[in-house]
């Protein structure tokens, strides 16, 4: 990877002060990611992974942070003590001990080790590499699930609450401050109509004591390390673990792998959901949570592909009816894009339903 400094010079000496980095320390940028700001490190031929937190969409960064040090923290307990095989991102504390250095302008950075021999994929190309991802996650969860609860903050509230993220659709989509919602109309009316079933059979679920666990919360496929024979290696960016449903990890692991397409696609003709990859996913998900999920996680597996697809789709809407306020855009109807691609592919999940959950394994099979 090339060199690329994309530093100002202040930033380059509080990130230098802070972790006694080289005058000749590199920079390049790592991932794409929608929200925080990722670079790869070199200094002195060591490779780290340097991101500096968006205040604007984690409010509390110190939370944010005491999480991090708490999950990674029981994840290595857990490792050492030969139930969970996976790699753990591990901090790297500033010179003065700290998980994270607060520079002049107010900016967050945080430092990991990097993992290596790892990269990221941002489509899945074989079943077996949703089977990785859907097990990677799901030990993921059931390594957390002896953590107290208590000791894990709630970064960003309703994160994924489809009522929550419904009223806020509907505000935006009154206040229009952007002028955009003339653009939008279809798409609107698309949404209205997802949810008022989406949030029915949600409220339902709730009802029926849906359990409450740490989640990860934003597993998409290109938040885990593979190893260069596609082996899950390592969960990253764990800046939303937090409570949540397991319905939220593993609709999102839908979201994201199901379709041939990315998310922002306009080729709404190619995004569906694939029924052999969701398969190879449910069937890694059920091995990897072990026991943990409950009958009626299990039997809602295919309704979380559905709602949070729903969910993100309105969140990209509403961005997009905001102004983009929250997700990176590289043009101004990116979001808009997003949001279709979205609600293209709840539509095709709500119609396959039934096919799909028929494909989720008993847990002892």
């Known amino acids: ?81 030969g139930r969970y095989d996976y790699s753990v991102l591990e901090l790297v504390p500033t010179l003065a001990g700290e998980p994270a250095a607060v520079l002049a302008d107010g900016s967050w950075w945080r430092m990991y080790d990097h993992v290596p021999d790892t990269a990221t994929h941002e489509t899945a190309d074989a079943p077996s590499l949703a089977f990785e991802a859907g097990r990677g996650f799901g030990a993921f969860a059931a390594a957390l699930a002896g953590l107290d609860r208590g000791i894990v903050g709630e970064v960003i509230p309703h994160f994924h609450d489809p009522a929550k993220r419904f009223a806020t659709f509907r505000e935006v989509l009154a206040a229009d401050r952007a002028g955009r919602a003339d653009d939008a109309i279809a798409t609107c009316d698309t949404a209205a109509q997802a949810f008022e079933d989406l949030l029915a059979h949600w409220r339902t679920l709730l009802d029926a004591g849906l359990p409450w666990r740490i989640t990860h919360n934003d597993c998409k496929l ?35 792998l199901l379709s041939p397409v990315p998310e922002d696609s306009t080729d709404l003709e190619r995004v569906k959901p694939r029924p052999d990859y969701f398969a190879a996913l449910a069937r890694g998900y059920v091995e990897g949570t072990g026991s943990m999920l409950t009958q009626l996680e299990r039997d809602n597996l295919a309704f979380a592909a559905r709602m949070i697809t729903g969910v993100i789709g309105l969140r990209f809407l509403t961005d997009y009816l905001d102004g983009d306020r929250y997700f990176r855009v590289g043009h101004p109807a990116h979001n808009l894009e997003r949001a279709r691609n979205q609600f293209a592919l709840y539509a095709a999940l709500t119609a396959q339903a039934d096919a799909l959950q028929a494909l989720v394994p008993d847990p002892a099979g």
């Open 222 to 256: 290109n938040n885990l390390l593979f190893d260069d024979a596609d082996r899950a290696m390592c969960v990253i960016d764990l800046d939303t673990v937090m409570p949540g449903s397991a319905l939220f990890d593993f609709g999102d692991m839908c979201r994201t």
């Open 1 to 81: 990877m090339s060199t690329v400094d994309e530093l100002d010079p202040a930033t380059r000496g509080g990130l230098a002060e802070a972790w006694g980095l080289s005058p000749h320390t590199g920079f390049a940028p790592l991932g794409n990611g929608l929200i925080n700001r990722t670079l790869l490190v070199t200094d002195d031929g060591r490779r780290r992974v340097l991101q500096c937190l968006n205040v604007n969409v984690f409010r509390d960064p110190a939370l944010v942070m005491r999480n991090c040090r708490a999950v990674t923290a029981h994840l290595g307990r857990e490792r050492a003590a």
